[in-house]
């Protein structure tokens, strides 16, 4: 399986902040997935990101509040924008891999206040 | 309702317990199986993965799939203290390329 890291690992933000997370996928991968995970809840998908294309969101997620960026194979960019205590979560990112399953980074832990 | 089900726990169970963790889901079209397993401060590790029904063995690990009850289970045979996490069911209606849906993990602690 691919190695995923994750970049910061864990921060603490004043609220109407913004914070990028950063990851990084040791082989070239086609898509990559940003999922959120709050505390006490199951994961769930922000948006699929394609090189050399726009995201795609899921409902209740947008643009303006989570943009991303894919510049290149092994790379993505999620910022979380104006940031709220509601925020707080465990971002994620997860690329495909042998089996075509999902595997995911080690996470970056976002505390608001 | 959420489109899947699974009791938060914590489950508390002696060191070697044969553990039973379950998901029930509602979307028929659902192929692909996922047990997760995540440590505390840690991303959620891929554990045992099933295309559609049936049974699939991994070592002390094995993963139940029943469609016609829309009901997932993993089984953990002589459960160790190291088996204590979080343990996600996800599911997905084509493979790969799509999103996971996940329940909300149940937690799990084996104690010596």
């Known amino acids: 399986s691919a190695v995923i890291s994750q970049k910061p690992s864990r921060d603490i933000c004043q609220r109407g902040t913004s914070l990028t997370i950063q990851c990084q996928v040791d082989?070239?991968?086609?898509?990559m997935f940003w999922y959120r995970q709050q505390p006490g809840q199951s994961l769930t998908l922000i948006a699929t990101?394609?090189?050399?294309?726009?995201?795609?969101?899921e409902s209740g997620f947008v643009i303006d509040k989570f943009p991303i960026s894919r510049p290149n194979l092994t790379f993505s960019t999620l910022t979380v924008s104006n940031m709220s205590p509601e925020d707080s979560s465990i971002y994620l990112c997860?690329?495909?891999?042998?089996?075509?399953?999902?595997?995911f980074g080690p996470g970056t832990r976002l505390l608001v206040l | 309702q959420k489109e899947v089900e699974q009791d938060p726990g914590p489950l508390s169970v002696p060191e070697g317990a044969i553990v039973s963790l379950n998901c029930t889901y509602s979307?028929?079209?659902?192929?692909?199986f996922m047990w997760y397993r995540q440590y505390s401060r840690k991303g959620p590790e891929l554990l045992m993965y099933?295309?559609?029904?049936g049974n699939k063995e991994d070592g002390r690990f094995t993963a139940q799939v029943d469609k016609s009850s829309k009901y997932i289970s993993l089984f953990i045979r002589d459960s160790q203290p190291s088996d204590s996490a979080t343990y996600l069911c996800?599911?997905?209606?084509?493979?790969?390329?799509?999103?996971?849906?996940f329940g909300a993990g149940t937690r799990l602690a084996v104690h010596p």
């Open positions: 997860s690329v495909v891999g042998s089996q075509e399953t999902q595997y």
């Open positions: 082989s070239q991968v086609t898509m």
């Open positions: 990101a394609n090189q050399g294309s726009e995201a795609t969101y």
């Open positions: 979307n028929s079209a659902f192929q692909y």
């Open positions: 099933t295309y559609s029904s």
């Open positions: 996800a599911m997905q209606a084509s493979g790969g390329y799509n999103k996971l849906i």
